[in-house]
Each structure stands twice: as structure tokens, then as C-alpha cells.
T-cell receptor, first 114, second 116 residues
Framework: NAGVTQTPKFQVLKTGQSMTLQCAQD?????MSWYRQDPGMGLRLIHY???????DQGEVPNGYNVSRSTTEDFPLRLLSAAPSQTSVYFC?????????????FGEGSRLTVL | AQKVTQAQTEISVVEKEDVTLDCVYE???????LFWYKQPPSGELVFLIR??????QNEISGRYSWNFQKSTSSFNFTITASQVVDSAVYFC?????????????FGAGTTVTVRA
């Protein structure tokens, strides 16, 4: 089982550039989400989705877009990268509400914005 | 608003010592879930435990144990006879039960270093 797969693992961007972090899961999970991890701040929820075609904002959504056209994929788009978006990004999924909070995480994507 | 506080930033112990990680939470919800996740040096996050707010029984899993005290809003985690492989960042998290139960609020994490 591949689980949750994130690409790329590392990326360096210049301020103002755009990019997409890819996330795919092969567990047929309903729920998918994106978190960012910053030193001393734990993980903060960016966007989440409870199923194909449904997305919503988390705690820190500004500067990011998401879409969920299929159950498997949940890409995160940075529209115009800023140094404040330098972070480690994690995609996570869970089966359904009955497994609330038991998240399966990807390996993370380390993004540096210069 | 929900808030999770892990006051201990870093803990360093010698192998075989016990280590307790503190977690204090704030929520206005009467029902909620509490979690612990582990992030080893390799970087991935691993789910350790979920506890419902109405279940205050302590839980033991091997060398890991959890103490949930609703009266003090705490959900502490103890590693008994620590090993080098326990070196990791440990996160406590909280979610409200119900429609938003999958939206977790994480604490800042506690870095545990176990020295041989």
C-alpha cells in the first residue's frame, strides 16, 4: 500500500512564483486535508475536503487554493509564493467520520520561498 | 475556540528513564477527541492514540501510557523505560466531536531526545 503520497518532497521557489503540491491517497478515504508545520507552532490546518467536489477552509487558508475532483487527489496550489509560506506541508487523510482524527499523513513537502 | 498547550519544548533523558509529556487543552465543547501523534526524525507523522472525552479510563499500550483527566483538562503521555527509538517530536491534538471531528488542533509539540 502506498498510503498518502506527496510530491515534490523538496521545492525552492522565488517570491511570486506559483506551484502545486500534489497529494494522492489509495485508501479510498473520504477526508483529506493539508497542514503546514512551522517551528514552535505545531501543525495548522490550511484546507480540507470531506469528499470529491467539497472543500473548505481551515485555520490558515490565505494564499492557498485546493480542489478535489476525485476521491484520490487533493492538490494544494500556492498562487503567488511569499517567504511566509516557507514551511513543511503535510497532506493527511482519514477513512470517514467514524475514524475521526486517525489521520494518515504523507511524508511531507519542504518548501522554501526566497 | 480550541487550544492545545504543550508547555515542554524539549525533554532529554537517558535510556531506560521514564518520561512524561504534558498536554493541557481548552475547549467549549462538551464532547471532543484527544490525540497523540509521533514524528520521528524521518519526518512522517504517526497516529498513536485517540481518546473520547467521555472515556476517562487510562490506557496502556506496551511502554506507552496515557492519563486523561477531564477535571484538569489534561491528557498526559508517559513513555516507560525509554529507548533511543523513542526520540521524536510528540504532538498532542484536539478535535470537537460531531460535524467537525476530523479538524484537529495541534499543540506545538515536545521534542524528546533519548540518549544511550
Amino acid at each position: 500500500n502506498a498510503g498518502v503520497t506527496q510530491t515534490p518532497k523538496f521545492q525552492v521557489l522565488k517570491t511570486g512564483q506559483s506551484m502545486t503540491l500534489q497529494c494522492a491517497q489509495d485508501m479510498n478515504h473520504e477526508y483529506m486535508s493539508w497542514y503546514r508545520q512551522d517551528p514552535g507552532m505545531g501543525l495548522r490546518l490550511i484546507h480540507y475536503s470531506v469528499g470529491a467536489g467539497i472543500t473548505d477552509q481551515g485555520e490558515v487558508p490565505n494564499g492557498y487554493n485546493v480542489s478535489r475532483s476525485t476521491t484520490e487527489d487533493f492538490p494544494l496550489r500556492l498562487l503567488s509564493a511569499a517567504p511566509s509560506q516557507t514551511s513543511v506541508y503535510f497532506c493527511a487523510s482519514s477513512y470517514s467520520r467514524t475514524s475521526a482524527g486517525e489521520l494518515f499523513f504523507g511524508e511531507g513537502s519542504r518548501l522554501t520561498v526566497l | 475556540a480550541q487550544k492545545v498547550t504543550q508547555a515542554q519544548t524539549e525533554i532529554s533523558v537517558v535510556e531506560k528513564e521514564d518520561v512524561t509529556l504534558d498536554c493541557v487543552y481548552e475547549t467549549r465543547d462538551t464532547t471532543y477527541y484527544l490525540f497523540w501523534y509521533k514524528q520521528p526524525p524521518s519526518g512522517e507523522l504517526v497516529f498513536l492514540i485517540r481518546r473520547n472525552s467521555f472515556d476517562e479510563q487510562n490506557e496502556i499500550s506496551g511502554r506507552y501510557s496515557w492519563n486523561f483527566q477531564k477535571s484538569t483538562s489534561s491528557f498526559n503521555f508517559t513513555i516507560t523505560a525509554s529507548q533511543v527509538v523513542d526520540s521524536a517530536v510528540y504532538f498532542c491534538a484536539l478535535s470537537e466531536a460531531g460535524i467537525n471531528d476530523y479538524k484537529l488542533s495541534f499543540g506545538a509539540g515536545t521534542t524528546v531526545t533519548v540518549r544511550a
